[in-house]
């Protein structure tokens, strides 16, 4: 007898194999002539799979008909053609074997429907629900599909350090790696005495790997890293966490026309990727979450993205004619209700916005001939926004030491970024996709601590 996934089982063609099966009861229904229906999930896709089982089993009063949601199970029988609707196959059991029980009284997934704030605070029963699997299933696939574009093309999967020294962004808060006893931290004329601490200097959580990444670029020509990155700002939005799952690809002679040709046709990779892997699981989100999930995803597929400048994107917000919250000046920031106007009701697809003032984005960002703007992009995208931020890179060594000057940052510590652009320097460029933020747009989710195994926010951490 063949151990099979739910999944497996309900594929028409294996009707008539004998199986073993193992999962989560979902419901249990006993009918008038003597035997039971139990729904059975093991989170392998989002259907469950129906398992007839005979008053005649030996243990059909003193455990089947005590079966209930929750209970863990492991089902043996014949799968054959199921006469109901909506199901190839069921399996008939000729021995169902209870693991674990749940007691109807306590367990939380009874049959209330529980909203997506409540399944956080239970977030180790969570996964077992049909939304949270499914968008289990969806990150899955997009992990997978990230790796394949990149592998496909050549890329090289380089792993960045998780404890840095060094501030790539420049701007949020990093959260600081220690092992001081905080009641006690060693001083040398009041300050901080890093010296004594494990790594005998400041160190941090890393808010990108882009800078090993550009390392390994320059060296190696195509990568990329994928893990997890942590920004210690205190933004209660739906759509930060502090800590996220990034993927930066790193290309070298790649300038910003090649970086934004790559990261359109990754991001049309993996929505493509998405409706042709997860049928099931993206025809729940259409049904359940967001109705135009399905034919927005095909439609960016099929279609080129816009790309504008941040000044021609200024302009188009001056000229909209309405009255903005923030009001729109060249040389700030664009707010979220700019990018929802630009994605949303102006072109409605992804917008890549390009070469942005010096002033608001990071040191590394190559400067552009008018000296004002540097070779910058982000991906905006309906609903989420920035799903993608990435640049060109400042290969020249006078430059950078300026931009580096500018935002006072100290060269001693970025010694060896330095020295890359003094032994053989080549321009490149590269971006960061927000895991998250993708799963969040292809799914239709609301909250971007419901697309995470465990979200970390400030004030929560539990799980
Ligand atoms: O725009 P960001 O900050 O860019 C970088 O970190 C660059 N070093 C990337 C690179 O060029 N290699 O972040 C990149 C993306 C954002 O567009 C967004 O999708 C996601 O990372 N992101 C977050 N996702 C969830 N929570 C947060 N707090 C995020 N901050 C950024
Ligand atoms: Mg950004």
Known sequence: MEGLSVAQARKSENAGRQAVLQGWVRTRRDSKGGFSFIELNDGSCMANLQIVADGKLANYETEIKQLSAGCSI?????????????????????????????????????????????????????????????????????????????????????????????????????????????????????????????????????????????????????????????????????????????????????????????????????????????????????????????????????????????SEAIALLESAGRTWEYPVRWGTDLQAEHERYLTEEKFQKPVILFDYPRTIKPFYMRVNEDGRTVRAMDVLVPGVGEIIGGSQREERLDILKQRMAEQRLDPESYWWYLDLRRDGTVPHSGFGLGLERAVQFVTGMTNIRDVIPFPRTPGSAEF
């Open 74 to 310: 492991t089902v043996e029988g014949e799968l054959k053609p199921s006469p109901a609707k909506g199901q190839a196959t069921e399996i008939h059991a000729s021995r169902v074997t209870l693991v674990g029980h749940a007691d109807p009284q306590t367990y939380e997934l009874q049959k209330k429907r529980h909203s997506f704030e409540y399944l956080r605070t239970i977030a180790h029963l969570r996964p077992r629900t049909n939304t949270f699997g499914a968008v289990m299933r969806v990150r899955n696939q997009i992990c997978r599909s990230i790796h394949d574009f990149f592998q496909e093309q050549g890329f090289l999967y380089i792993q960045a350090p998780i404890i840095t020294a060094s501030d790539c962004e420049g701007a949020g808060e990093m959260f600081k790696v220690t092992t001081f006893d905080l009641a006690r931290v060693p001083k040398r004329e009041q300050e901080v005495d890093y010296a004594q601490d494990f790594f005998q200097r400041p160190a941090f959580l890393t808010v990108s790997g882009q800078l090993e990444a550009e390392i390994f670029a320059c060296s190696l020509g195509k990568v990329y890293t994928f893990g997890p990155t942590f920004r210690a700002e205190n933004s209660n939005t739906s759509r930060h966490l502090a800590e996220f799952w990034m993927v930066e690809p790193e290309m070298a002679f790649f300038e910003l026309s090649d970086n934004m040709d790559l990261a359109e046709a990754f991001l049309k990779r993996i929505f493509g990727d998405v409706l042709t892997k997860c049928p099931e699981d993206m025809a729940f989100f259409a049904e359940h979450i967001e109705k135009t999930t399905l034919s927005r995803l095909e439609a960016i597929c099929n279609s080129e993205f816009v790309r504008l400048s941040y």
